[in-house]
């Protein structure tokens, strides 16, 4: 995913300073895979938070899965999805699920490694959404922790909207109730900064209505980050097609 943020940003680039202690996101932790499976292992400082977001990136996968199930094989997408931890443990709990493809969509980086290390015929990485089939009846597409670190939000969720999967799942996706988009930068550690785009949730929700209804929505974390007297929450939101 090229628009998939992963740069160091500089102390003079403008945006203003967040506060708080959710640096669950940066890239702090690495796969190590074992057998038919993968293990996450988080290193550095913020270990806990990192198993928290994968533990809590499961649930809502599980549960979005189970919104969709049908008695055949599905196709789902997963955006920002790393090296397919949720497929794979997908698999272990709920082996009466079947797929036909699991697409993660990533940074390119993380995508070269994977077609170099990953053999899996159900399994399959690109790093353009624009690149998926738009032919394919995709069943859903699962997005967890990630379209506040692209550089358009609204211009990813329009191109996933374009794929007309039956399920859209914003999971753990910081927004803003407020009639403009608020901009920061988030601070990993000394010298590491990563700009963070947070888009509004009423205009993502008016983005999707012409064809999708929001089924369910879920206030996650409250003040998950503060941009000087701006609170940003953060939510989950599940839309059906029809």
């Given at each position: 995913?090229?628009?998939?943020?992963?740069?160091?940003?500089?102390?003079?680039?403008?945006?203003?300073?967040?506060?708080?202690?959710?640096?669950?996101?940066?890239?702090?932790?690495?796969?190590?895979?074992?057998?038919?499976?993968?293990?996450?292992?988080?290193?550095?400082?913020?270990?806990?938070?990192?198993?928290?977001?994968?533990?809590?990136?499961?649930?809502?996968?599980?549960?979005?899965?189970?919104?969709?199930?049908?008695?055949?094989?599905?196709?789902?997408?997963?955006?920002?999805?790393?090296?397919?931890?949720?497929?794979?443990?997908s698999k272990k709990l709920c082996p009466h699920l079947k797929f036909?493809?699991?697409?993660?969509?990533?940074?390119?980086?993380?995508?070269?490694?994977?077609?170099?290390?990953?053999?899996?015929?159900?399994?399959?990485?690109?790093?353009?959404?624009?690149?998926?089939?738009?032919?394919?009846?995709?069943?859903?597409?699962?997005?967890?922790?990630?379209?506040?670190?692209?550089?358009?939000?609204?211009?990813?969720?329009?191109?996933?909207?374009?794929?007309?999967?039956?399920?859209?799942?914003?999971?753990?996706?910081?927004?803003?109730?407020?009639?403009?988009?608020?901009?920061?930068?988030?601070?990993?550690?000394?010298?590491?900064?990563?700009?963070?785009?947070?888009?509004?949730?009423?205009?993502l929700i008016e983005m999707a209505k012409t064809n999708y209804r929001?089924?369910?929505?879920?206030?996650?974390?409250?003040?998950?980050?503060?941009?000087?007297?701006?609170?940003?929450?953060?939510?989950?939101?599940?839309?059906?097609?029809?």
């Open positions: 995913m090229r628009r998939l943020i992963g740069k160091i940003a500089k102390d003079s680039c403008g945006y203003s300073f967040l506060e708080g202690k959710n640096s669950e996101y940066c890239n702090s932790y690495s796969l190590a895979w074992k057998k038919s499976h993968a293990e996450d292992r988080p290193i550095g400082e913020d270990q806990d938070s990192i198993w928290f977001d994968l533990h809590s990136s499961i649930f809502r996968c599980m549960a979005s899965l189970s919104a969709i199930y049908r008695n055949e094989p599905l196709n789902i997408i997963d955006v920002g999805g790393g090296l397919g931890s949720i497929y794979y443990i036909k493809k699991w697409i993660v969509i990533e940074d390119e980086k993380v995508t070269e490694y994977a077609h170099s290390q990953i053999k899996d015929e159900t399994l399959e990485f690109h790093d353009d959404i624009n690149c998926i089939d738009k032919e394919m009846s995709i069943d859903l597409i699962f997005c967890s922790g990630t379209l506040f670190y692209i550089s358009d939000p609204y211009q990813l969720f329009s191109e996933i909207l374009n794929l007309n999967p039956r399920c859209i799942s914003l999971a753990r996706t910081a927004m803003t109730e407020k009639e403009k988009d608020l901009f920061g930068v988030q601070k990993i550690n000394k010298n590491q900064f990563v700009p963070i785009y947070f888009p509004q949730k009423f205009k929001l089924q369910f929505e879920c206030l996650e974390t409250i003040g998950a980050f503060r941009i000087a007297d701006e609170i940003i929450n953060m939510y989950w939101l599940l839309f059906k097609r029809g």
